[in-house]
């Protein structure tokens, strides 16, 4: 089957700016399905980790060899205008053959968007061999790919240093593949190394020239083979985590800052835990 690309955009598109009640209207009645379908990646890192760049290189690797790949890349929303440049795709040739897609993270403060367990739904019902996700790189806080993906790699930096030591009870713990980017530069080594104190397994890439890039993509094929993947009920417990605390959200902008149902609201939060506490 040949992907509708026009079509596929469309409902990604759709989906992207839905409302919770919208989503459940598309969805009916069933939750999503757990792991199965298409094979997802997931990169994540702190911020000018080299991300895109990366994911870049890496997909012409794969088209070469006939993989048909899509990307979900997740940019980051201003709080303030509610805007997002939408830019990560710019690092990715446009002349290769992957179905790139730019979503804002809009209100979700995992390093992922809304609705993402939809999007990623949609994608799974194209003609896709793999679907990668391009957190927005928020750090230790970027929890939650872990739970919608089957393979996490985890980006630093080199010259990391005291990073490194921050990031082991973080962001290093989720991680699948730990990979030092821009390998070309100092310090890449000793990142390196003291990721290999804390980590199984850790790769030196380069985009420059190409170091390690193959070496990546072989640790992937190996925790593709061997993973364990996460129940259903993992996938699922993060769905509706995300509606109720969207849900709420959205009830909560909908109210006038001096409306009293908002301090009733309140009120009735207080009540409960004091009658679960008496």
Not at 135 to 160: F, I, M, N
Not at 166 to 177: P, S
Not at 238 to 247: A, F
């Amino acid at each position: 089957m040949t992907v509708n690309r026009r079509e596929l955009g469309r409902r990604l598109n759709r989906l992207t700016d839905a409302s919770v009640a919208e989503v459940l209207t598309v969805r009916g009645d069933e939750p999503l399905a757990g792991p199965g379908g298409p094979r997802r990646v997931g990169f994540t890192g702190p911020p000018g980790a080299g991300k895109s760049s990366l994911i870049g290189a890496l997909a012409r690797r794969r088209v070469e060899h006939g993989v048909n790949l899509a990307v979900l890349c997740i940019d980051p929303t201003s709080p303030l205008t509610g805007g997002s440049i939408l830019g990560d795709r710019i690092r990715i040739d446009a002349d290769l053959d992957v179905y790139v897609r730019s979503v804002p993270s809009r209100q979700a403060n995992d390093g992922l968007t809304d609705n993402l367990p939809d999007l990623l739904a949609a994608l799974d019902g194209a003609d896709f061999d793999e679907i990668w996700v391009e957190t927005v790189g928020v750090g230790q806080a970027a929890y939650g790919v872990r739970r919608c993906v089957d393979t996490v790699v985890v980006l630093v930096l080199p010259g990391s240093g005291d990073t490194v030591q921050a990031m082991k009870a973080g962001i290093l713990e989720i991680g699948d593949v730990h990979v030092v980017t821009k390998g070309d530069r100092p310090g890449a080594e000793q990142t390196a190394d003291e990721l290999a104190a804390i980590v199984d397994e850790v790769i030196v890439t380069s985009t420059v020239d190409g170091r390690g890039l193959d070496d990546l993509l072989a640790a992937l094929d190996r925790h593709h083979v061997h993973q364990r993947r996460s129940p259903d009920h993992d996938r699922v417990r993060y769905d509706v985590e995300r509606l109720i605390t969207r849900r709420v959200r959205e009830l909560l902008n909908d109210l006038d800052p001096g409306d009293r149902t908002l301090g009733a609201a309140y009120r009735t939060i207080v009540n409960a835990l004091e009658s679960e506490n008496s």
